[in-house]
């Protein structure tokens, strides 16, 4: 028990034999249950699972997904027991070994003492994230968190993709976990889910841990795209739930504007190129059409995230 509130660390596991029982045991003494999620490994995984179990039966939960259902799903089956359970915070914690136990207390507090519904990690805040991270990650995590401000509405949280996050019931309540996204987009997914439910974000200063002997078998380069077109989808998704079904708001219109004129300066510049390789020349009303075009689209763009930045201002 930490602070009068029963915690539970869950952890989704795939082939992660190597460093699951380091892992759980390196969980602090206050976590109340460890709820270890195996998402149908294919190595021993699952072995060492039950040989861990024995040395703390009441504490540690072991779960099993049926099908391989990916990270977000094995979380979501953990999340789901924790709900039903009546367990009063959630922590997530990856089975690989990346994330340092004495960040946890600081990932708890706002939880815990504050009107704060999710509290994540941020490895980015440091200066040691640069030196540590792979440069591959490193920047693909960069492109990725700033998209996410875009989709999600939390334009004050970075390092979108960290693992290490705890929820409040309140929020473990809400969230329809069967329909949340399963594979490397899920934390993504879930702060845009959060948005539309107006919780509380915070992002919480925690250590980079990488070279302790994991191994992704994440390809960057896909993922990046992937999570970047789920991304675009959550955005206008967010924005049909939250300015349209549950509120009204103008920003709507000038997102509409600033896509619609984009859109028709692409067009333009297309054909004066065209008009100037077949006639020699730049015709001058397509050129002042792709200018008006592009300054106008971009300026409504700016004000709609001026905006949705201002509308969320008390989620901070």
């Known amino acids: 028990m930490y602070k009068t509130k029963i915690i539970a660390v869950v952890i989704p596991i ?27 490994s294919t190595d021993y995984t699952f072995d060492a699972l039950k040989k861990c179990q024995k040395t703390m039966p009441k504490r540690l939960v072991i779960l099993q997904n049926e099908v391989n259902q990916g990270c977000g799903g094995a979380l979501a089956t953990g999340y789901k027991w924790v709900r039903d359970q009546h367990i009063d915070i959630a922590v997530r914690m990856d089975g690989d070994g990346q994330m340092d136990p004495s960040d946890l207390t600081s990932l708890l507090d706002p939880v815990v003492e504050e009107d704060v519904d999710y509290a994540k990690g941020n490895r980015l805040f440091t200066g040691e994230a640069y030196n540590k991270i ?7 995590n960069a492109v990725l968190s700033f ?20 929820i409040s019931r309140r929020a473990l ?6 329909k949340m996204y399963k594979r490397y987009g899920q934390p993504n997914d879930l702060l845009v889910r959060l948005n539309v439910c107006n919780f509380k974000v915070r992002d919480v200063p925690v250590k980079p841990i990488y070279n302790v002997g994991e191994k992704s078998n994440m390809k960057i380069r896909v993922v990046t795209f992937t999570i970047s077109w789920l991304l675009f989808k959550l955005f206008l998704w967010r924005l049909k739930e939250k300015y349209i079904i549950r509120d009204f708001h103008p920003l709507i219109f000038f997102y509409l504007l600033g896509f ?5 300066s692409m067009i ?39 905006f949705d930045m201002d509308y969320h201002r008390d989620l901070r």
């Open 14 to 40: 795939y082939n992660e034999e190597r460093l699951i029982v380091k892992t759980i045991h390196s969980v602090p003494s206050y976590v109340d249950f460890i709820v270890a999620v195996d998402d149908q």
């Open 134 to 140: 792979p440069r591959v990650r490193y920047f693909g």
């Open 147 to 166: 998209l996410t401000k875009i989709a999600s509405g939390y334009w004050q949280v970075a390092d979108s993709q960290t693992g290490y996050t705890v």
């Open 173 to 178: 309540l809400t969230i329809d976990w069967d």
């Open 260 to 264: 619609l004129l984009i859109f028709a």
């Open 268 to 306: 333009l510049f297309a054909r004066a190129v065209i008009v100037k390789f077949f006639i020699g020349y730049f015709p001058p009303i397509t050129l002042l059409s792709w200018m008006f075009s592009v300054s106008i689209g971009f300026q409504s763009l700016f004000f709609a995230m001026w």
